[in-house]
């Protein structure tokens, strides 16, 4: 349990979280209606931000 809040603390899996969330939300519902063009785009947002904050992560999840 004490690791799920350590984890919880990480603006990864945060990030993590909210992107699963919306895609549940997108795939069920299909709240925007994106063409593939655009979904192209997200990924690539996607992408850009994982990698922003894979090099903003100092620490492992176990030492927060």
Same mark, same amino acid.
């Given at each position: 349990?004490?690791?799920?809040? &350590?984890?919880? &603390? +990480? &603006?990864?899996? #945060?990030? +993590?979280?909210?992107?699963? %969330?919306? +895609?549940?939300? #997108? ?7 994106? +063409?593939?063009?655009? #979904?192209?785009? %997200?990924?690539? *947002? ?14 492992? *999840?176990?030492? &927060?």
């Amino acid at each position: 349990m004490e690791l799920i809040l &350590k984890s919880l &603390k +990480s &603006k990864t899996v #945060q990030f +993590s979280i909210a992107l699963a %969330v919306l +895609s549940i939300l #997108q795939g069920y519902v299909g709240i925007l209606p994106v +063409s593939p063009a655009g #979904q192209a785009t %997200v990924g690539c *947002i996607i992408a850009s931000c994982v990698t922003v904050l894979r090099f903003v992560t100092t620490t492992g *999840i176990a030492d &927060k």
